[in-house]
């Protein structure tokens, strides 16, 4: 826990500090592309078999960062565990996602919702967290992350994945005070959890709102933006995670951008049908990005993967504040030196755009 980060690239392009190249991880590079996760999630059993258990999961945080070159490891976990250890029964059904055994649909289910016990029910990620610090000795940073309150509860009340989640958003317009009680007690328990993972180690620190796209413009401030910036808050309130920087995504809510910015957090995640240059515009310098090439240009050629790498990076150009990444997780199907060849020219490609002179605020 106290090793001498080796590469700090990654949190110094989140504090908008100048970098020798553009740093890079990738959403869910710890994942079913690699064989050898495969073979670990085999030895487990289950994938809630590989997420509760520490040394699995040290083992799939740390597959990745053997084969490549990247400039920072994520935590493996899932972002329904927060749900999962408010007893609503997570399962992961083969090929049909994630399904909870007894979903939220009345005002007695939200009211028996509480912030989990972190060392009860959810000590297994702490440990994972402090286990992966211990065996990372200072090579990457480690991201801890947590589910937004807005998507956690879009699986809690539908019971499952859907396409609409139209039964939360129709108790968000049918009973509001409700919606409003449910995503508050998830926004105190996301803040928890997040300020024990940076306890345990956690060097940055995620959120996921995969489903936030799915609000308009109003609803997405009033039912996620606005306990997103809660959970930010109530981190800066925590001895241990105020000095963490806070990525935020919400996949999809790109004419939120520019409120997103004022959340409080250090970074963005952008996803890839916004151009970065006007994400950056949009964000005025207040927070870094992180993004955003389309997963699917994982399976072209290599020669594709350089060239679009490249205009990712050209479209940020050469200002402070960018990670790159995907702009959304990885996909089963990508070949994992293709992977490969994304981090290298990122690499490669950043450090020759670094040295146009000096970074431009």
Avoid at 30 to 47: H, I, K, M, V
Avoid at 197 to 214: C, E, I, N, R, T
Avoid at 216 to 221: I, K
Avoid at 309 to 315: I, M, T
Wanted: proline share 6%.
């Amino acid at each position: 826990m106290t090793a001498v980060l080796k590469n700090d690239r990654f949190l110094r392009a989140l504090r908008r500090e100048p970098v020798d190249t553009t740093p890079i991880w990738v959403m869910r590079q710890a994942g079913r592309y690699l064989p050898e996760y495969r073979a670990t999630r085999e030895r487990a059993g289950s994938f809630m078999g590989l997420a509760q258990n520490p040394e699995f999961a040290c083992e799939v945080t740390l597959q990745p960062l053997e084969r490549f070159d990247l400039d920072a490891a994520i935590l493996f976990s899932d972002i329904l565990t927060i749900p999962d250890a408010m007893g609503l029964g997570l399962s992961f059904a083969h090929g049909e996602g994630p399904q909870f055994a007894r979903p939220v649909r009345s005002a007695a289910d939200i009211a028996r919702l509480a912030v989990p016990d972190m060392d009860g029910e959810l000590r297994y990620v702490t440990d994972a967290v402090r286990l992966i610090r211990q065996e990372l000795a200072g090579r990457v940073p480690l991201i801890g992350f947590a589910g937004s309150p807005w998507t956690l509860a879009c699986y809690m009340v539908e019971g499952q994945g859907s396409r609409d989640f139209a039964r939360l958003k129709a108790l968000c317009w049918n009973e509001p005070k409700l919606a409003h009680q449910l995503l508050d007690v998830l926004a105190r328990s996301v803040a928890v959890y997040l300020a024990a993972q940076a306890a345990a180690g956690a060097q940055a620190l995620m959120v996921f709102d995969s489903w936030g796209g799915m609000l308009g413009p109003a609803p997405f401030r009033e039912f996620s933006l606005r306990y997103l910036t809660q959970i930010v808050a109530e981190l800066k309130d925590d001895a241990h995670a105020r000095e963490l920087p806070v990525i935020l995504f919400s996949k999809g809510a790109n004419a939120s951008l520019a409120a997103m910015a004022d959340s409080g957090c250090a970074a963005l995640g952008v996803d890839w049908t916004i151009d970065l240059a006007d994400a950056r515009r949009a964000v005025a310098g207040k927070v870094a990005l992180q993004g955003n090439l389309d997963p699917a240009i994982l399976r072209a050629s290599p020669e594709v993967i350089r060239r679009e790498a490249r205009a990712v990076l050209d479209s940020y150009g050469n200002h402070p504040g960018h990670v790159f990444n995907l702009g959304h997780g990885i996909t089963p199907e990508v070949d994992p030196e293709h992977v490969r060849v994304l981090v290298d020219e990122v690499h490669a490609y950043g450090r020759t755009l670094r040295g146009e002179g000096t970074a431009r605020i």
